[in-house]
């Protein structure tokens, strides 16, 4: 586990100093899980020297966790109860509005390039 | 309470044991309340342990600084979490270089959707500058909308409050509006999930699928990518 670990965090903190050093607008982690995927990709040209469980099994982990992982950012609701008071309708009304437009949008779009380059490939 | 029993909960209340646990056993209690209800798509763990949590908090008249001091060790893994993304898109490199087209397409599309629509209602409905501000990366997991809304001169904690309830929405709605649309495709359908509701909905899209939380991890990440680049010029766009 603590290879693991200490390979995941070490990609991140390289992100993260990259975005420092560079002032790009990117975030760190995203980066971070650039460079663990480069690693991977890597580690099959080089024809697999390593054996990736010893990533893979923490970062398992935390996927099957990730919901729980936003609670505590959740619980600062009791922070901001003022401001959702004061502006409740207009919040509520675009947060569900635009959620649900962006799921429609996003999935209809995702299916309609696939039929068009698919009939492409297949023309 | 007893003077010595005063003293141990002052001594508690203030060590992250405490606020650690405490979440630790809300979402405890969440899950298997959650369970008990069959699952069903409201029952979502994370929202009832936010409430249980958040119940406990107003019970004994606790600050958020001083729960957040022990929850920050829960909260500090949504970074390498992000990371972790990695390896379920390395496992499934050659289904999602297949759909790059589709992802490229569907991503820009679904941003601008998802920020132009949330904006342009609220504005319309009354909400001010800052707020709107706070609102524009509601799609993006917690910690890097947090950091987008500070750079537009919003409020990160309100941002992170925004950016939890879309993902709670997304997920309780993702499933049926899907198979209420016909769509069969998990990758389109786990990608929405991602970009609309960051790691709330690629949970959810791990539970239905291992393909479709594959692909809502890759539009998660991606979207906090573009979304870090669009939020500015979006805000200043429509307002």
Redesign the interface.
Known sequence: MIPG?AL??S??LF?EALVHATGW??????L??????LL??GNDLLARPLDTGF??G???A???N???????????????LD??AA?W???A???????????????L??????RL?TRGQAA | MTDADFSLWVYLSRTPLLWLTVTLLAYLAADRISAALGRHPLANPMLIAVVIAAGVLFATGTPYRTYFEGAQFVHFLIGPATVALAVPLYRNRRTVLRAILPMGAALLAGSLAAMGSALLIADALGVPGPVLASLAPKSVTAGIAMGIAEGLGGDPALAAVLVILTGAIGAVTVTPLMNGMGMRDMRARGFAAGLAAHGLGTARAFHVDPVAGTFAGIAMALNALLSAILAPVVLRALL
């Open positions: 670990a995941i965090l990609c991140q992100g607008p990117l975030p760190g982690p995203v971070g899980m650039i460079a663990l995927l991977l990709l990533v893979t923490p970062a398992d935390l996927l099957a990730l919901a729980f992982l936003f609670v505590p950012a959740g619980v600062g609701v009791v922070n901001r401001v959702l502006h309708f207009g919040l009304m675009a947060l569900i509005a635009s959620t649900l437009i962006g799921l429609v949008v996003t999935v779009v995702f299916v309609g390039v696939s380059t």
